[in-house]
């Protein structure tokens, strides 16, 4: 099984930061990575696929990079609005999340 | 509009089974696969497999490789998720997904206790 882990697990952060956090694939998979956004009591909602790709109406503050095992999401001037949970899924090998990332306001 | 819409929450003992279900509309239900994915209470997604919708065919996950089954009523667009022998830690919110869309039901809250 390919194991995805998320670092960090939590960050504490203020409107208007630069967020980067991580996900690291336990084997290579390519760029078959996906990053999902949570919100309390909502269902995920896709941000990016296939590492970098930005989806429908996603804003432009979000990006994804990476490939083989090491992959990013960057939120660049951090809104309120995006306090959330946040996943990484590979579905090079079956399908994986990892254990999310939870951004928090100071 | 695409729309996955699940049953209402459930509340079942231990050894109980129960049979969740996933309308689907807005789109042709055959012609895309359906995901389930699982959520423990204040915890991470699980992805627990999906079901091709045309020929009816079940992927398990490793970890719900037993007492879950997924399965399809085509005529009326719906999928099903089936869980036998319930246990405590099957105590979630259960998701479809019609990962094509990205769209997601609204998840069904499972609640296992004696």
């Known amino acids: 099984n390919t194991v995805m882990t998320q670092s960090p697990t939590s960050m504490f952060i203020s409107v208007g930061d630069r967020v980067t956090m991580n996900c690291k694939a336990s084997?290579?998979?390519?760029?078959?990575v996906d990053w999902y956004q949570q919100k309390t009591g909502q269902s995920p909602k896709l941000l990016i696929y296939?590492?970098?790709n930005r989806y429908t109406g996603v804003p432009d503050r979000f990006t994804g990079s990476g490939s083989g095992t090491d992959f990013t999401l960057t939120i660049s001037n951090m809104q309120a609005e995006d306090l959330a949970v946040y996943y990484c899924?590979?579905?090079?090998?079956?399908?994986?999340f990892g254990a999310g990332t939870k951004l928090e306001l100071k | 509009q695409i729309q996955l819409v699940q049953s209402g929450p459930e509340l079942k003992k231990p050894g109980e089974s129960l049979k969740i279900s996933c309308k689907a509309s807005?789109?042709?239900?055959?012609?895309?696969?359906m995901q389930w994915v699982k959520q423990a209470p204040g915890k991470g997604l699980q992805y627990m497999g999906w079901?091709?919708?045309?020929?009816?065919?079940?992927t398990y996950a490793d970890d719900f490789k037993e007492r879950f089954v997924f399965s399809l009523e085509t005529s009326a667009s719906t999928a099903y998720l089936q869980i036998n022998n319930l246990k405590n830690e099957d105590t979630a919110t259960y998701f479809c997904?019609?990962?094509?869309?990205?769209?997601w039901g609204q998840g069904v809250m499972v609640t296992v206790s004696s």
């Open positions: 296939g590492a970098s």
């Open positions: 079901i091709n919708t045309q020929t009816g065919k079940p």
């Open positions: 899924l590979q579905y090079n090998y079956n399908h994986t």
């Open positions: 807005g789109y042709t239900f055959t012609d895309y696969a």
């Open positions: 084997q290579n998979v390519g760029t078959n």
């Open positions: 997904w019609n990962n094509y869309f990205d769209y």
